[in-house]
């Protein structure tokens, strides 16, 4: 089975910190994607991810910036934290783009 | 952007009983997938359609891929507690996935 962990469940930060969210897959997929997801909004593509240090925006880049040094990780990067960035975060991977993507449980940060 | 419509955005019903909800896209898509979010955790994959008119059964759950590559529904059988969750259909056309807001289901005893 695909494992997709995420470093953290919950997370509380402060307006204005720098904020790592890490994401790690153990199945040598490609392709790694951040969402956030929000009540009546469904999941919004952040920023995905088809090769190391190879990166695309998604629909709602604005705010945040990804690394992709290894295969393995994604990480997303919240430059400087406000509230409106009070969500719930999902990180996934596929192993060809067109494949279905398998979630981690998601990392619930509130920005105070 | 592309867009999906999934309806109907919550449900109560009685255990037992059948459900069904389906996604509409103002595009064509290569791929429909529908996904199942149980509280505090990710979504996970239920079914996977590629093909137009494909009918997929996985478990006492049903799904079709529409004719016109623009819906998608998805059907539960007797239903019972466990089922409960927000059910997500998502779409792939030449973009990555794009996802439905979701069908929250809750099932009475």
């Known amino acids: 089975d695909v494992k997709v962990t995420q470093s953290s469940r919950y997370l509380v930060k402060r307006t204005g910190e720098k904020v790592f969210l890490e994401c790690v897959q153990d199945?040598?997929?490609?392709?790694m994607f951040w969402y956030r997801q929000d009540p009546g909004l469904g999941l919004r593509l952040i920023y995905f991810s088809y090769d190391v240090k190879m990166k695309e925006k998604g629909d709602i880049p604005e705010g945040y910036s990804v690394s992709r040094e290894k295969k393995e990780r994604f990480s997303l990067i919240l430059e400087s934290a406000s509230t409106n960035q009070t969500s719930m975060y999902l990180c996934?991977?596929?192993?060809?783009?067109?494949?279905?993507?398998?979630f981690g449980d998601g990392t619930r940060l509130s920005i105070l | 952007g592309q867009q999906l419509n999934q309806s109907p955005q919550s449900m109560f019903i009685q255990e037992g009983e059948d459900v069904s909800m389906n996604c509409t896209s103002s595009s064509i898509f290569n791929t429909w997938l529908w996904y199942k979010q149980e509280p505090g955790e990710g979504p996970v994959l239920l079914i996977a359609?590629?093909?137009?008119?494909e009918l997929t059964s996985n478990g006492r759950l049903t799904a079709q891929f529409g004719i016109t590559r623009k819906d998608s529904f998805l059907n539960i059988s007797a239903s019972i507690p466990s089922d409960v969750g927000i059910y997500f259909c998502a779409g792939r056309g030449n973009t990555p996935l794009v996802f439905g807001k979701g069908t929250r289901l809750s099932v009475i005893a």
């Open positions: 996934a991977s596929s192993l060809y783009i067109n494949q279905p993507q398998h």
């Open positions: 199945m040598d997929h490609e392709n």
């Open positions: 359609l590629y093909k137009a008119g």
